[in-house]
């Protein structure tokens, strides 16, 4: 019996199949994401000041944790058109609920939470018991969450939180002290190496090909570069914002979970081929009810979150543009709407280019009618090469 | 390569009849698999012998008659039930997820966990082994199955099926989506499998696919058992008169 036989390809060739096929959307991503600012900083010179900056990534907190939950669905070839009114649902019971009836603020969050995890469990009920398109219920949702929004809100249609709840201080004022952020930083980055090591040593003994000791540690090196830049740079203004970093941190699980657990892979399996997956054993309907659960949860927990930034929840809280701008960052992220291929750090990424351009637009003293447009070419080109990288996998 | 007969068979059919609605899909079969031994099942299209597999598989239960297993009835709920008693099938479309790759393709549904993430290092060490066993080859475990040939996609697929060390492995029409080399690749594999100890049935509609590895060939016609032959002595001609029914 002969070994298997390893077809030998050159570097190159193996990186340009891997970019063409989309097996790598991280780096050309980033790569766009590095270009649009260097194109905002030469075109005004603050767009790269750390002021903005903190400002730019407290902005994205709230709808990048939506867009989380949209990667999730997006990950199972399906999608949930209401998150932008589940995240508005979430801000008019956390608003209503603290100020209106009274309840502790915790509470008011808890109950916000919950409508979440019930509209997605009912959304997964709908979809696998029924067979109904997301798309189709999820814009049904839509509007049934949107009328429950402006009741919940009653006549005046507009509550305020009180600026000292800690709610608000959370979202608006709540940066990490320096020294926390640099002990983040290095448990990260130790954490990385320490289980890049482990699995190159495990990977030694089981005799199967592992990465050089040299690859290990540049890939160490540029994390502890990239998170040491950033919170140094931060640093120098307000520092990173406790909802940014609860954000991220979110993001890092949710990769986490897809990557390295059972349940992950189902997500990827059944977003692939749900027949094939039903047929190894995966219990596809359990798979789909988490996932809608998890993205209406985030939706809501979103929701919250902007409440917070805001201070104020009104009848426009989660209007149709959250719903399209987390959608947008999800795509133009590098998750593929066609299920099965993503990475949940695609909501960041996506999240940052849509905040880029729009504040660097801002800057530039153009309008709604420049970002909308601007943004939808950005979409558009995701669009197409997520096409394009699909049909090259398919060749 | 010739039957002992002697042997206790591992999988048995006793008088095994099922029909969908009005039609008949299968009619009194009898049939015997042992270790060790490629059993080839042809028959033209409507012949049965997709419900065969499925019957076999746990995937059809039948209306009449016994499935047996080293002799003794057992009854195959599902797939898992046959699994369990170490039955597995390869089905015509494979089931693999195109997304996946190799290793999480062979692994899926049945994942080894360590410290409640995925080990994924043992996974890829067994993968090889048994893409080693089968000779499969394959320009990486790690790449998506959407990049491999559909011989390379078969011999995955196989290998899935050979976790947990069936006893009996059911091709359901392996061979026909294939071309000539990965019939010939195909054929080797399943000498591998015999090799191994597996006991091995297969389907085809096609008479000369198969009569190279198998070891005895049964004919189906319309539901019923139209034959069975020595697959070292009978004739091209035998065989498409117990197919088509046409007298010689």
């Known amino acids: 019996m002969s070994a298997p036989l390893v077809a030998p390809q050159r570097p190159g060739a193996e990186l340009w199949r891997r970019l063409r096929t989309g097996e790598m959307s991280a780096l050309p991503i980033t790569a766009a994401l590095v270009l649009i600012w260097i194109v905002f ?6 767009f790269l000041s750390s002021d903005n900056l903190v400002n730019l990534t407290q902005q994205s907190a709230a709808t990048g944790v939506i867009a989380l939950g949209v990667v999730l669905t997006l990950h199972l070839g399906q999608i949930d058109l209401s998150v932008g009114a589940v995240s508005g649902l979430a801000a008019a019971i956390v608003a209503v609920g603290a100020v209106r009836i009274g309840w502790p603020l915790a509470l008011a969050v808890a109950a916000a939470l919950a409508a979440g995890v ?43 939180l009180p600026f000292q709840s800690w709610l608000v201080r959370f979202c608006q004022t709540s940066f990490l002290p320096p020294l926390l952020s640099w002990l983040v930083v290095a448990a990260v980055v130790a954490l990385y190496a320490g289980s890049r090591l482990q699995d190159r040593a495990r990977r030694h003994r089981a005799e199967l090909s592992a990465p050089s000791l040299a690859s290990v540690l540049a890939r160490v090196a540029v994390l502890a570069a990239v998170l040491a830049t950033a919170v140094a740079y931060l640093g ?37 081929d749900a027949e094939a997956a039903r047929r190894a054993g995966v219990p596809v309907r359990r798979v789909l009810v988490t996932v809608f659960a998890a993205c209406s949860t985030l939706a809501a927990l979103g929701g919250v979150l902007a409440v917070g930034r805001l ?39 996506g999240i940052l280019i849509i905040q880029s351009i729009s504040t660097g637009l801002t800057l530039l003293n153009l309008d709604q009618s420049v970002r909308y447009a601007v943004t939808g070419i950005v979409l558009a080109i995701a669009v197409v090469i997520d096409a394009l990288q699909r049909r090259a996998r398919e060749q | 390569m010739s039957t002992v007969p002697a042997r206790t068979p591992v ?28 059993v080839a099942v042809v028959g033209d299209t409507g012949a049965g012998k997709s419900t065969l597999v499925g019957v076999l598989s746990g995937a059809l239960q039948p209306d009449e008659g016994q499935v047996l297993v080293d002799d003794a009835p057992v009854t195959l709920t599902d797939p898992a039930a046959a699994r369990a008693l170490g039955i597995a099938a390869v089905f015509q479309d494979l089931a693999l997820c195109a997304n996946l790759d190799v290793v999480e393709n062979l692994f899926l549904g049945q994942e080894p966990v360590r410290g409640g993430l995925l080990d994924e290092v043992a996974m890829e060490k067994e993968a090889w082994k048994l893409l080693g066993q089968l000779a499969a080859r394959v320009p ?8 491999l040939s559909g011989g390379q996609r078969r011999a995955v697929a196989i290998a899935r099926s050979l976790l947990g060390e069936p006893r009996v492995i059911l091709l359901d029409e392996p061979t026909a ?25 297969i389907t085809s509609h096609s008479l000369s696919d198969l009569q190279a590895v198998a070891d005895r060939i049964v004919v189906l016609r319309l539901g ?23 007298a010689r």
């Open chain 1, 311 to 349: 201070a104020a929840a009104n009848q426009a809280s989660g209007a149709v543009d959250v719903t399209l701008t987390a959608v947008a960052a999800a795509v133009i992220g590098g998750t593929s709407m066609y299920g099965g291929r993503g990475s949940a750090w695609s909501a960041l990424l």
């Open chain 1, 41 to 46: 900083q030469s075109l005004n010179g603050s």
């Open chain 1, 118 to 160: 019930l509209i997605g469990l009912l959304y997964g009920a709908v979809h696998t018991r029924l067979g109904v398109p997301s798309f189709v219920f999820t814009l049904a949702g839509l509007l049934v969450v949107g009328g429950l929004q402006l009741r919940v809100l009653g006549s005046t249609g507009s509550v305020n």
């Open chain 2, 140 to 147: 990486s475990v790690r790449i998506p199955v959407a990049g």
């Open chain 2, 177 to 201: 989506s294939l071309g000539l080399t990965q019939i010939a690749e195909f054929l080797t594999l399943v000498e591998r499998l015999r090799a191994r100890g597996h006991a091995v049935l």
């Open chain 2, 224 to 246: 019923r058992t139209n034959g069975e032959f020595d697959a070292d002595r009978v004739t091209y001609e035998d065989l498409l008169a117990a197919m088509t029914g046409v």
């Open chain 1, 236 to 272: 120098t203004n307000r520092g990173v914002g406790a909802v940014f970093a609860l954000f991220v941190a979110l993001v890092a699980l949710t990769d986490l979970a897809l990557r390295r657990t059972r349940w992950g892979r189902f997500v990827r399996a059944v977003g692939g």
């Open chain 2, 11 to 38: 999988l048995s059919l006793r008088g095994v009849s099922r029909s969908f609605g009005a039609a008949r899909a299968l009619l009194g079969i009898d049939l015997d698999i042992h270790a060790h031994e490629v």
